[in-house]
């Protein structure tokens, strides 16, 4: 499949974290909005705003701190995991992994049991438990997308828009509370994300208030999972999620995919369908695909959604070999209703020509 190359460029000074790890080395979500791109990395607590400035380049970098525009449920220091972003009515959404973290042990230490011990440590962050809106704004004087904790609604004169989060106490919320009753995922909230645990990366938001979460595990028996969620907000200014009709569960219906055992990285409505990123629920070089999942947002309840409504588009291309572990697609955005943008996390040194730069791939849709 043939792609158009864009650079992505960075500033310097707020590229790097307190670890020293480039914001382009873990790119996890990508969304448009006029003329500006909005990208996440999954060990970081802020979101990056990205300008056009040619015909195949985004740059402009401004980065946005999240514990200036939410109440963070842990230190702002502890990364958040953002793995999916929408938008809708003004208001910017993004969702953590919601997953438990296992260590990551050093096969070459000298200290074999140490490494043994770090590997058999599971840590739950909070943070990683946000699913948030933030009420989204263009400058007219700029054209520039900017982000705000309060502003006054565009259109609608008295009405403020505010940002506000899904409400929960301690290390859970009201999603993970719900999860942990429920039939098919209540055992997995237990295991880490990269074991195939629960592990939510995209998200897209609808006109109408819906937001379509996708997990990239479990996978079970095969089958992809996608949460509809309802969120409204509470007398208290608090993020809470509607009863839905249609729904098992009542809070919010469960759509199980059949990408062929992949899970979801990404999604992106268009019209009445969601673009899907799909790949391997596990830590691993696997086939990634886009699909189309037909009629998406007229799925009166929960159930299955088999080849007759998916359509794979095409698969998209990682690293193999010398660059096996890399070049992993895991963000998606419309460019435009033609084209999508892929950005890769732990891009190969080929995707990284210049210091603080990184290369994105665009994709035409078939028609």
């Known amino acids: ?27 996890s979500t990508a969304l448009r909005t006029g003329d500006n791109l909005w990208l996440s990395c999954d060990e970081r607590t802020t979101i990056e705003r990205l300008r056009l400035v040619g015909p195949h380049e985004f740059a402009e970098h401004t980065s946005y701190p999240l514990a200036d525009l939410l109440d963070l449920p842990s230190d702002e220091d502890e990364e958040i995991d953002i793995e999916g972003m929408g938008e809708a009515n ?53 054209g520039e997308y900017e982000l705000f904790r309060e502003a006054p609604h565009p259109t609608k004169p008295g009405h403020i828009l505010r940002a506000a989060q899904l409400h929960g106490s301690g290390k859970a919320n009201e999603l993970t509370d719900l999860l942990g009753h429920d039939p098919h995922l209540k055992h997995f909230l237990k295991i880490p994300g990269k074991d195939n645990g ?44 509607r009863k839905q009709d249609g729904a098992t569960e009542k809070y919010y219906k469960k759509h199980f995919l059949d990408l062929k055992g992949m899970g979801l990285r990404e999604l992106r409505q268009v ?19 886009v699909f189309r999942w037909r009629d998406a947002l007229h799925c009166p309840t929960d159930g299955f959604v088999d080849e007759d409504h998916l359509k794979r588009l095409f698969d998209v291309p990682h690293g193999t ?29 080929a995707r990284k020509p210049e210091p603080h730069q990184v290369l994105a791939a665009a994709y035409r849709l078939p028609a």
């Open 198 to 241: 629960l592990d939510i990366e995209g998200l897209a938001a609808t006109p109408d208030g819906r937001l379509f979460v996708g997990l990239r595990g479990p996978v079970l028996r095969g089958w992809a999972v996608v949460l509809e969620l309802l969120p409204e907000e509470d007398k208290h200014g608090r993020l809470c999620l």
């Open 271 to 289: 019209g009445n369908d969601i673009l899907l990123l799909a790949g391997p629920t596990m830590d691993l070089d696997g086939t990634i695909a």
């Open 1 to 27: 499949m043939r792609f158009q190359s864009y650079t992505l460029r960075f500033n310097p000074r707020l590229s790097l974290n307190e670890a020293g790890k480039h914001v382009r080395d873990g790119l």
């Open 90 to 142: 003004h208001y910017l959404w993004l969702v953590g992994s919601h997953s438990l973290r296992r260590k990551q042990p050093d096969p070459n230490h000298q200290d074999v049991a140490k490494q043994l011990d770090k590997l058999a440590k599971v840590k739950q962050e909070p943070n990683r438990n946000l699913l948030a809106r933030i009420p989204l704004l263009r400058n007219p004087e700029t």
């Open 321 to 349: 070999g010398a660059t096996s572990g890399q070049d992993r697609a895991e963000g998606m955005g419309l460019l435009d209703k033609d084209h999508i943008l892929v950005v890769f996390d732990s891009p190969t040194d």
